[in-house]
């Protein structure tokens, strides 16, 4: 029987003893996690007390509203570093996948350590680098993206929500950056600002923020794609770089 009820604050001596950890948050309704998360100390606790608004949120009012509280796991412990951990907890979130947790973001650096097909990992790896000639905003979503996302999903993923300047107006396509390379190429037929058109596969009253926009536009021409997907354009995003959208030739 689980003791997780009891359990406000976890004492110091076995704080000391677990280190670095990776836990899970477990429906007792279904036995089947729904968030997957790392730390040390208390870290584990905070959620259950946290209002801040999110899926997770959601489903821990669910089963209070039922008199319930998740179970919390710790699928690993006395790790040896904060790296450890978080490379544990990225490929725990890609084996579960996404769609059923409530973590809004995939795990840290995706690319080496989460799931990946291994034709995938290969093209990564031996992409050419590519010279743009044309009037192109490099938009990098390395938190949103997931290997076999449909199409619609990458585009939503792409289109938005961006804090840009007027130079936007001169790009004409929008390349999906993935880890340096192109994975969706797009051509732009207009801007709008954020949260004003729809979206498919994002809840459209969270992307209402003042001053950011949105495109709405097309697959772009086949010589277009053949001439950027796939490639890497990594040398247009400088080291250490947090803006994730670069114009090119704008």
């Not at 604050?9 to 998360?37: A, H, M, N, S």
Request: glycine share 8%; aromatic share 10%.
């Amino acid at each position: 029987m689980s003791t997780d009820d009891s359990i406000e604050r976890i004492p110091p001596e076995v704080c000391e003893r677990l280190g670095y950890y990776v836990y899970l948050y477990v429906d007792p309704r279904t036995q089947k996690p729904f968030y997957v998360g790392k730390g040390r100390g208390n870290r584990v606790l905070s959620h259950v007390s946290s209002k801040v608004e999110s899926r997770k949120r959601e489903i821990l009012d669910e089963l209070e509203g039922l008199g319930l509280r998740p179970r919390l796991d710790i699928l690993a412990h006395r790790l040896p570093s904060e790296e450890t951990a978080f490379r544990i907890e990225a490929a725990v979130i890609d084996l579960l996948g996404l769609d059923s947790l409530a973590n809004k973001v995939r795990g840290w650096k995706t690319l080496e350590l989460g799931r990946i097909p291994l034709g995938d990992l290969v093209a990564y790896y031996a992409a050419k680098p590519v010279e743009i000639d044309d009037p192109v905003l490099l938009i990098r979503i390395n938190l949103l993206y997931r290997h076999g996302m449909p199409e619609d999903e990458l585009y939503d993923a792409t289109r938005g929500v961006w804090k840009l300047s007027k130079r936007r107006e001169k790009a004409r396509y929008a390349l999906a950056v993935f880890q340096g390379v192109v994975r969706g190429v797009w051509e732009i037929e207009s801007w709008h600002p954020a949260g004003t058109t729809p979206y498919q596969f994002r809840d459209q009253e969270e992307e209402r923020q003042q001053g950011r926009w949105e495109f709405v536009g097309h697959p772009a021409p086949p010589e277009i794609q053949e001439k950027y997907f796939g490639k890497s354009v990594a040398k247009y995003f400088r080291r250490g770089q947090q803006n994730p959208v670069v114009y090119v030739e704008c």
